[in-house]
């Protein structure tokens, strides 16, 4: 790495602070000198419910009005709507709403209670000069907005951030608001004539207060008392004790914060826009958070192994082809082998269970027990899952050093057996993730996706909360021995690249049972083989590669690996600015 003579580029548009600067002084986005104020309007705040007649002046009420547009919205969606409420009319014809609502929610009430909510006001619709009924136009469907996709409600969230804007705005103002809901949200809507999709979350009081309320008027009715902060905050999880399920056992950590940060500030101090490599920035950075920013080469581990299933006509090749793919890697001339030689990787095969006997050269992990085709009996007993995991956590850690562990697979009929084991740990149906894998055709799809269909119905859904049982149910032997390679390389902090839609597959297996091995994985291809999308969404990754591969065999995951390699290398060889 060079010292650079250069200066750093400074965008003349959006943040020009480096990363240099916010690591010298974290909190100088602070603004102190506004800090208390806020904390005092905040403290301050109330529902105010009595008014004085007098109006606000139009350059306050756009102050007020404008802070609330200022609010967060999921998606920068703005989805709210003030509906700015001066006409007489109106608002008498809101006041008969509240006070029906007033008498219907007493009545709901102890006869006590009741008595107390009737001697309460509880809004002002009457006395305030304003009205704004606070809107939510979710005319736009949730999928299209960023957010709401997972938080179909993240909308109606942003319009109450919005209400919390314009009451600390007010405050600030010197006026007071007050939230009143005691209406039914469809009369309300009607009454301010809203189309269909156009919610309402209440009407605003907005008006100079004629109170000073020192508390809230709830708490000094006697109706409620503020809880203390501790009784509101919990660490981490829901208390075990208070109903809260107990925490699933974790031993594998994903780089801390300070390596991920870290990784991010390096390449800021590279003389290139911040992220110009794109997604292959991203996997750089992933690999220097996990403290292997020097490594210049690594590992194929190639796991192959045949399957029962693949009697059940789910293939277009015999059995035999995997034995023959697995020689040809042990000799160095297989596809992977030879891409992964390309790249600078070395290759290990490890004879998961290939028919015929064990394979010269390779790493011994055999399956002990009885084996099934899925659809009839379990692929495999549980004793060998748990056998087999940790001879590939062993094999993970030992190949660590070495650099980037890229992982590969072959065995004929393991799409099946990995789409099984996909919709077993996804929930989903055999027909999202079943394919036709490589040379089959239209029968012999139907015949793979009625062998899943077997499958699930067989080992039954709640696969996705014990990842080892479905290993045992609906997984192959060189899946789980991948699975464990994973979690060992992860364990000993090396970055992991996968292959396609079966080594994914035992990826997420593994990620399910440690979650924090998932920062130490790189996607280094997407597959023509359905599911695969299903399966690296649920991973989280975006894979470096999209070429319609099928060759297998870790043909991608060392393509990728190659591609890895050389970004590492020009984050090495760029130089930094000052």
């Known amino acids: 790495m060079t010292a650079s003579p250069w200066p750093r580029p400074v965008p003349l548009v959006g943040d020009a602070t480096s990363a240099a600067e916010r690591a010298g002084d974290p909190a100088a986005w602070a603004m102190p000198e506004h800090a208390g104020g806020l904390y005092a309007v905040v403290g301050a705040r109330r529902d105010v419910r009595r008014y004085r007649p007098d109006p606000v002046p139009a350059d306050v009420l756009e102050r007020v009005l404008a802070a609330g547009h200022a609010a967060p919205s999921v998606g920068h969606s703005q989805p709210w709507r ?143 008392r503020r809880l203390p902060l501790s009784a509101v905050v919990v660490e981490d999880r829901w208390p075990a004790d208070d109903g809260g399920p107990p925490a699933p056992p974790s031993h594998l950590r994903a780089p801390g914060r300070a390596a991920v940060v870290g990784a991010r500030d390096q390449a800021d101090r590279l003389l290139t826009p911040p992220g110009s490599l794109g997604v292959l920035d991203r996997a750089v950075d992933r690999v220097v958070a996990l403290g292997r920013g020097d490594a210049t080469g690594g590992t194929l581990v190639l796991a192959a192994a045949d399957h029962p299933a693949a009697a059940l006509g789910v293939s277009a090749y015999e059995a035999r082809v995997t034995r023959d793919v697995a020689r040809a890697a042990l000799a160095g001339v297989s596809v992977g082998a030879t891409a992964a030689a390309a790249a600078g990787l070395a290759t290990v095969v490890v004879d998961a269970g290939v028919a015929g006997g064990p394979l010269d050269g390779a790493v011994d992990a055999r399956p002990a027990g009885p084996r099934g085709d899925l659809a009839g009996a379990a692929a495999m007993v549980p004793d060998d899952v748990d056998r087999l995991l940790t001879a590939g956590r062993v094999l993970g850690r030992d190949r660590a050093d070495a650099g980037l562990v890229a ?25 999202d993730v079943t394919g036709l894998g490589a040379g089959a055709d239209s029968a012999v ?104 591969l099928r060759a297998g065999e870790g043909a991608g995951a060392a393509l990728a690996a190659g591609l890895l390699l050389d970004g590492l290398r020009i984050r090495r060889g760029t130089t930094r600015v000052g």
């Open 445 to 548: 799809l139907e015949r793979k996706r009625a062998v899943v269909t077997a499958a699930l119905a067989r080992a039954g859904r709640g696969l996705d909360r014990d990842p080892a049982r479905a290993l045992a149910e609906l997984g192959g032997p060189e899946l789980t021995v991948l699975a464990g390679v994973l979690l060992g390389a992860a364990e000993a902090g090396a970055a992991v690249v996968l292959d396609g839609f079966a080594v994914s597959v035992a990826a997420l297996a593994a990620v399910l049972l440690e979650p924090g091995a998932q920062a130490a994985l790189v996607a280094g291809q997407r597959s023509r083989e359905r599911g695969h999308d299903l399966v690296l969404q649920a991973l989280g990754l975006e894979p470096l590669l999209d070429l319609r």
């Open 82 to 224: 003030f509906l700015v409420v001066r006409d007489p009319a109106t608002r008498d014809r809101a006041a008969v709403l509240t006070d029906r609502e007033r008498l219907r929610q007493a009545a709901q009430l102890e006869p006590d209670a009741a008595r107390r909510l009737l001697d309460l006001q509880l809004e002002g619709v009457r006395e305030a000069p304003l009205g704004i009924v606070v809107c939510c136009d979710r005319r736009t469907p949730a999928a299209g907005v960023l957010g709401r996709a997972t938080f179909p409600d993240a909308d109606l969230w942003s319009c109450a951030a919005a209400i919390q804007n314009l009451w600390l705005a007010a405050r600030a103002e010197g006026l007071g608001m007050g939230w009143v809901t005691l209406f039914r949200p469809d009369e309300l809507a009607g009454l301010v004539g809203l189309p269909d999709g156009v919610v309402t979350l209440g009407w605003l009081c907005l008006g100079w207060p004629d109170e000073r309320p020192p508390a809230p008027g709830l708490e000094r009715a006697g109706w409620s």
């Open 407 to 431: 992982l590969g697979e072959a065995g004929v009929g393991n799409t099946t057996v990995a789409a099984a084991l996909a919709a077993g740990l996804l929930g989903a149906d055999a027909a």
